[in-house]
């Protein structure tokens, strides 16, 4: 049994970042929406860090991940563009689209490495969007509809962004750094909106100069 454990132990760690989610189902589920984000994304991370270090990745549990991750992903965009509503609920879908088109064709070819933007950038980005609205006070609907947009056309575009920050960490103590700073962002309103502003340029410095090179060549 305990063996049975350990070698499942990177695919119970990604079911368990899905399970909390039946709490954006209950009345007022909305108010956990980004203690959930920022959980999933940690789960997210720490399924694949002990999968490679303890050399348990497996086909199954990359299809695993994969799956987890659309159904997080969904329910965290859908939540959003219920709760806005009107074009931002539209929006929302657009994304879903994008998310799904995206977490298929990697099902496909599950070697496929590196094209366009993670699903879970997506959720970073709409988590730092949500957070600078508070600490600003303002509507955040116009750009969460620019948001879900981007996203969906830069999760399905054939090159790499190898420059989003989480992308530029490799190792155990630079992935732990990238959601130390959700954490942060969360936690401490006066560094929210530099965090976010971080996150933003990195991503556009890579949508862009990537995208710029891929059309050059």
Same mark, same amino acid.
């Given at each position: 049994?305990?063996?049975?454990?350990?070698?499942?132990?990177?695919?119970?760690?990604?079911?368990?970042?899905?399970?909390?989610?039946?709490?954006?189902?209950?009345?007022?589920?909305?108010?956990?929406?980004?203690?959930?984000?920022?959980?999933?994304?940690?789960?997210?991370?720490?399924?694949?860090?002990?999968?490679?270090?303890?050399?348990?990745?497996?086909?199954?549990?990359?299809?695993?991940?994969?799956?987890?991750?659309?159904?997080?992903?969904?329910?965290?965009?859908?939540?959003?563009?219920?709760?806005?509503?009107?074009?931002?609920?539209?929006? @929302? /879908?657009?994304? %879903?689209?994008?998310?799904? +088109?995206?977490? $298929? &064709?990697? *099902?496909?070819?599950?070697?496929?490495?590196?094209?366009?933007?993670?699903?879970?950038?997506?959720?970073?980005?709409?988590?730092?969007?949500?957070?600078?609205?508070?600490?600003?006070?303002?509507?955040? @609907? /116009?750009?969460? %509809?620019?948001?879900?947009? +981007?996203?969906? $056309? &830069?999760? *399905?575009?054939?090159?790499?962004?190898?420059?989003?920050?989480?992308?530029?960490?490799?190792?155990?103590?630079?992935?732990?750094?990238?959601?130390?700073?959700?954490?942060?962002?969360?936690?401490?309103?006066?560094?929210?909106?530099?965090?976010?502003?971080?996150?933003?340029?990195?991503?556009?410095?890579?949508?862009?100069?990537?995208?710029?090179?891929?059309?050059?060549?």
């Amino acid at each position: 049994m305990g063996s049975i454990l350990y070698i499942n132990l990177p695919n119970i760690v990604s079911v368990l970042g899905v399970l909390p989610i039946y709490l954006l189902l209950l009345e007022g589920g909305y108010k956990y929406l980004i203690p959930l984000m920022i959980y999933n994304n940690i789960m997210d991370d720490l399924d694949g860090m002990l999968a490679i270090k303890l050399n348990l990745k497996s086909r199954f549990g990359a299809v695993l991940d994969n799956v987890c991750d659309v159904v997080t992903h969904t329910f965290f965009v859908l939540t959003v563009g219920m709760y806005y509503g009107g074009i931002c609920g539209v929006a @929302s /879908l657009l994304a %879903v689209v994008g998310i799904l +088109l995206r977490v $298929v &064709s990697r *099902l496909e070819n599950l070697s496929q490495q590196g094209r366009g933007s993670p699903t879970n950038e997506l959720i970073r980005h709409l988590l730092l969007l949500l957070l600078t609205a508070q600490i600003l006070e303002f509507n955040p @609907s /116009l750009f969460l %509809v620019s948001l879900f947009v +981007l996203h969906t $056309v &830069s999760m *399905l575009v054939p090159f790499p962004m190898p420059h989003l920050l989480r992308s530029r960490a490799r190792s155990v103590t630079a992935i732990s750094l990238v959601n130390l700073s959700l954490v942060v962002a969360w936690l401490v309103a006066p560094v929210t909106v530099i965090i976010a502003f971080c996150f933003l340029i990195a991503y556009l410095y890579s949508f862009m100069l990537s995208g710029f090179r891929w059309l050059k060549n």
